[in-house]
């Protein structure tokens, strides 16, 4: 299964946004109580209870309306993509938080049944997202590269005229681990990118992302 | 229909922590634990020890920005989720170091716990990596025009922690006295170090 671009998610370098405030220092972690439980249940929720993984989370807050992605923020996102898997793995029913929000608030609401958890046939070969690849790297340090797709591949780098900076180790490959296709481990490289190659004009600095193997073309 | 009662992020998680209680699938004593630990254990107070070693131990440094993972282990627990491959990237007098996710809001978790509020706030995510100078300016960091800048998007499971630069008036500090001076925004690039 072929996995398409970046949707909401993909923000680098779009325009409209307002200034950034000036940060402080003593902030905790969570700005409300419900925050720190949506973190700890979304972080329950993408692995072990649905059966899913990190890729498939980052997918689904990628897949988010609008609406779900931005109003409550990001622990607001990552509760209603947590919520989405949890009913795409058939561990909660359509609509089933829903319905016991509005009982809590004091409603009277027919709930729906828990339906038969039908999760997705995958299982991790190993702890986290480093593997190793027996095929030597395709691109060097100081090659020239182009990324032209990719799940992973942030939309302001696409089409662009970057460096390898650096060989990383190699990573699950998000695009098919993401959908349970699995996890076909790719070699990972450090590019870098001019603001003149993805501006044409305006401030002078470099960008830097890490970007996979079959995401990159020789330039 | 009560729209508020089923939009309200609050009460929604209340009611997914209910549902997935009354599963077994968690337990409200599981969820205290997971939320303790990133409250009190994991936090950029790791991430000011390892920059404080750096600054007080040169062979040290050295190891840090060659291979990070093994030798932020030296100093504390290192490893694991958003934080299997660290890299570590110095500030000097000419090179400045600034890290986003333009994709999500990816951070070493491992070093600096989660991210602030404003490295998740769209505007960073999106602006920093079109005009970084300009977004650093908003944030209190001005930075001089000869000052080369690099953006790090950390677009895959790499992780970026930037070494700020040592304040002046610390010679005769302690290892300890200089990591308490180390702050989160400093160790993103955002923010300088003071003495």
Known sequence: M?????????????????????????????AAWWESRAFALAAFAMGRISGRNLDAFRLTLDRLPRDRYFDDGYFGRWLHAAERML?????????????????????????????????????????????TVDTPPAFAPGGCVRPVRGLRLPGYLRGRLGVVEAVRPAHVLP???????????????????????????GECFTVTAELFESYLESA | MNESASTDPALRTEALEQLLTERGLVSP??????????????????GARVV???????????????????????VAWGGGANGEHIVVVENTAAEHHVVVCTLCSCYPWPVLGL????????????????????????????????????????????????????????????????????????????ATVTA
């Open chain 2, 52 to 74: 404080a070693r750096a600054w007080t131990d040169p062979a040290y440094k050295a190891r840090l920005l060659a291979d990070a993972v093994p030798a932020i282990q030296e």
């Open chain 1, 87 to 131: 009913v795409e793995s058939a561990i909660l029913a359509p609509g089933a938080v829903t319905a016991r929000a509005r009982r809590l608030a004091g409603e009277t609401v027919v709930e729906p049944a828990a339906p038969e958890p039908a999760k997705p046939d995958y299982a991790a070969t190993g702890p986290g997202s480093l593997r």
């Open chain 2, 115 to 190: 991210p602030p509020s404003w490295y998740k706030e769209p505007a960073y995510r999106a602006r920093v990596v079109r005009e970084p100078r300009a977004v650093l300016r908003e944030m209190g960091m001005e930075l001089p025009p000869e000052v080369r800048v690099t953006v790090h998007d950390s677009s895959a499971e790499v992780r970026w922690l930037v070494l700020p630069r040592r304040p002046e008036g610390t010679a005769d500090h302690t290892e300890e006295q200089l990591a308490a001076l180390v702050t989160r925004d400093a160790m993103v690039g955002v």
């Open chain 1, 175 to 201: 695009d098919t681990h993401a959908v349970f296709a699995g996890e076909h481990p790719q070699h990972v490289y450090t590019v870098s990118f001019t603001s003149r190659e993805l501006y044409g004009s």
């Open chain 1, 2 to 30: 072929e996995v398409t671009i970046p949707g909401v998610s993909d923000l680098g370098g779009t325009r409209g946004h307002h200034r950034v405030p000036v940060p402080d220092p003593a902030e905790p972690p969570f």
């Open chain 2, 29 to 46: 004593e599981v969820v205290d634990g997971f939320v303790a630990k990133y409250e009190r254990d994991v936090g950029p107070m790791i």
